[in-house]
């Protein structure tokens, strides 16, 4: 599904990413996990054309992403942040509508009835003539994940998803994102949920300082970690 390939990214004399291949497969579930200021945000950013790697080629479906597709290729990738980014002057149908409305051209009524279906998948139907100030952090990311399936993508992009949330909205979210893993959704989730990486992801990727140090079956990765430093990661985390 994407496949990106010696992937650098440097900001000014701060070199990031180092050199990363990374693909996620049709249908595949990947977990990236790694202490902060290692790379994460900056890979997934550049897996969704939100940062443009500085060398490297990424493929989408086969085709190099180019200036020439890159608008097409984005629409294609959902993408979750931690600090949800929903429109605060829209309601939550509205903020579900809103990009299927404006960048795709779908009628105001066939978006609000998709919209409507996706607030009951993710447990929010009854909330959607709310504006999001007025919901729980939990509330929040369920609709940006509602906002983000929308566009019909083929991919989701999300970056620690869970993080910003009080302990005890971290399970509904997560539930959210198993159901649609379930569903057979192509995913790449950065997240420090151990528990949820080893349940749910097919694949776990290991970054270190900008390089991906090891990766692998989630299981064994957990139960027996071959690189050092991803030792230390987990004696940390777990
Ligand atoms: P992680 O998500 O693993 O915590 P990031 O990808 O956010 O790591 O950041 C990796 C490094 O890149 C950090 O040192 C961070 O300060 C730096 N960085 C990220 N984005 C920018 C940017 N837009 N400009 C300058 N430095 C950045
Ligand atoms: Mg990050």
Redesign the pocket.
Same mark, same amino acid.
């Given at each position: 599904m994407i496949k990106g390939r010696s992937i650098h990214k440097s900001?000014?004399q701060?070199n990031?990413l180092k050199g990363i291949d990374f693909s996620v497969g049709k249908g595949e579930v990947v977990a990236v996990i #790694?202490?902060?200021?290692? #790379?994460?945000?900056?890979?997934l950013r550049c897996l969704n054309f939100l940062e443009e790697p500085t060398s490297g080629d990424i493929h989408f479906e086969e085709q190099l992403v180019s200036k020439k597709n890159i608008g097409k290729v984005r629409q294609e990738v959902g993408m979750v942040f931690q600090h949800f980014h929903l429109f605060p002057h829209l309601t939550v149908l509205e903020n579900v509508t809103y990009a299927p409305v404006r960048v795709k051209g779908v009628s105001k009524d066939q978006a609000a009835k998709a919209g409507m279906e996706l607030l009951t998948k993710v447990g929010l139907k009854d909330k959607c003539d709310e504006y999001p100030n007025r919901l729980s952090g939990g509330q929040k990311q369920r609709v940006a994940i509602a906002r983000a399936l929308a566009m019909e993508p083929k991919v989701m992009l999300f970056d620690e998803p869970t993080s910003a949330l009080d302990p005890e909205m971290v399970k509904e979210v997560l539930d959210v994102m198993k159901a649609l893993a379930h569903s057979g959704m192509t995913m790449v989730i950065?997240t420090h949920e151990m528990g949820f990486a080893r349940e749910v992801a097919d694949r776990v990727v290991f970054?270190d300082d900008g390089v991906i140090l090891e990766e692998g079956n989630p299981v064994e990765f957990f139960s027996n970690p071959t690189s050092t430093r991803g030792k230390v990661f987990l004696e940390k985390i777990l």
């Open positions: 900001f000014g701060l990031v #790694g202490p902060s200021g290692s #790379g994460k945000s900056t890979l950065v970054m």
